[in-house]
């Protein structure tokens, strides 16, 4: 019987909370398939830097590494937004992406049949549902360019430096081939090349690489253009590739089209496929400890786990069909609410998942 450690950091406000929903879940599967999970537990963000100082302890990056796999809550709060950047909870977030790699995110928008009310799109727009995969670079570009506060021209001033080497924009449009190949052979890769000359050395490396694969479709787009495909044509998308700022915003946009932020797992991998799994939703502090929280994003974060760190495809399946089956049911989080539903707390949707799965 296999055995996979599992470090969990379940992080600040909301955190802990779908982190235990998503733990009930696994667990159950791991009956059901036969299988064993360890689990680790360390801290990250606010409450890492309320014991340590620190938002990334040293001790918490090296469980990580040590284990098969990595789940996280959420970071932040409006306790630490006082803090310089470099202590800030979100800066454990960054450190940690870099310190184990993982430089490829994955963040699918997925609409859910009985969830098609929720979405703020009307059905003429989505259609027969919806399904779109924002692959976004996780550890280059703006985000871990050089940053400085200084005095241009006289006056307090401050820059944020965007930087891609080749090398990495070819993996992470490898890897959206690759990924594209396994659902509809169609890649989109967003930039801002009419402006940025960064985002041109993007788009003539993607162009490069989009030769090794004939068989796949590749457009580009401006990513405002992007910003507005998704909301009057989604369906037109199949594997959106863009860099780590882009991504971060299209991948909230793409969220909230499904009906809540509350509904979209993420998967961050890097090259041997040891993965760092997360729900795209913050912390949400203004709803913490009381029974409000949506775990279905960290519920199905834990299904991506055993896809694709585990290759376990059938209990991931289990997972997702075991939250479709929920949501048939009419039973959703208050963030999902509409008339006629029939409203669970964050504890109940976990029991109600786990006791679906088969």
Request: aromatic residues 6%; glycine residues 8%; charged residues 25%.
């Amino acid at each position: 019987m296999n055995t996979y450690k599992i470090t969990v950091l379940p992080g600040d406000g909301i955190g802990p909370e779908v982190t235990r929903q998503a733990i009930k879940v696994l667990n159950e599967v791991s009956k059901v398939y036969g299988f064993n999970v360890e689990y680790v537990y360390a801290d990250i963000g606010g409450i890492a830097i309320d014991k340590t100082g620190e938002p990334l302890p040293a001790e918490t990056l090296e469980l990580c590494r040590n284990s098969d796999a990595v789940l996280l809550g959420a970071v932040g709060g409006e306790k630490w937004d006082s803090l310089p950047l470099d202590k800030r909870p979100e800066a454990g977030l960054l450190a940690i992406r870099s310190g184990l790699g993982v430089f490829a995110n994955f963040r699918p928008a997925k609409i859910f049949p009985p969830l098609k009310n929720a979405s703020p799109l009307k059905d003429r727009v989505i259609g027969d549902g919806l399904d779109v995969l924002v692959l976004r670079e996780l550890t280059g570009g703006i985000y871990f360019g050089e940053r400085k506060r200084t005095v241009h021209m006289a006056e307090p001033a401050a820059y944020d430096t965007m930087i891609y080497k080749k090398s990495e924009i070819e993996r992470i449009a490898r890897l959206a081939f690759e990924t594209a190949r396994k659902r509809k052979n169609r890649v989109t890769s967003v930039d801002k090349a009419n402006v940025l000359e960064v985002s041109r050395f993007w788009r003539e490396t993607v162009t490069e690489v989009s030769k090794e694969y004939p068989d796949v479709e590749l457009n580009h787009m401006y990513v405002d253009n992007a910003a507005m495909q998704l909301v009057i044509n989604p369906n037109q998308f199949d594997v959106i590739v863009t860099g780590n700022m882009f991504g971060d915003i299209l991948s909230d946009e793409a969220s909230m089209i499904t009906g809540s932020i509350g509904m979209l797992p993420s998967a961050s991998l890097n090259s041997t496929g040891f993965g760092l799994y997360e729900p795209v939703h913050g912390s949400a502090p203004d709803i913490a400890g009381q029974n409000k929280a949506n775990p279905l994003a960290t519920i199905l974060s834990v299904a991506m786990m055993l896809k694709y760190s585990f290759n376990l495809e059938k209990e991931s399946e289990a997972i997702e069909n075991a939250v479709l089956s929920v949501l048939q049911d009419g039973f959703v989080t208050r963030d999902l609410a509409t008339d006629g539903s029939k409203v669970l707390g964050c504890e109940e949707m976990g029991d109600a998942v786990a006791s679906r799965i088969k």
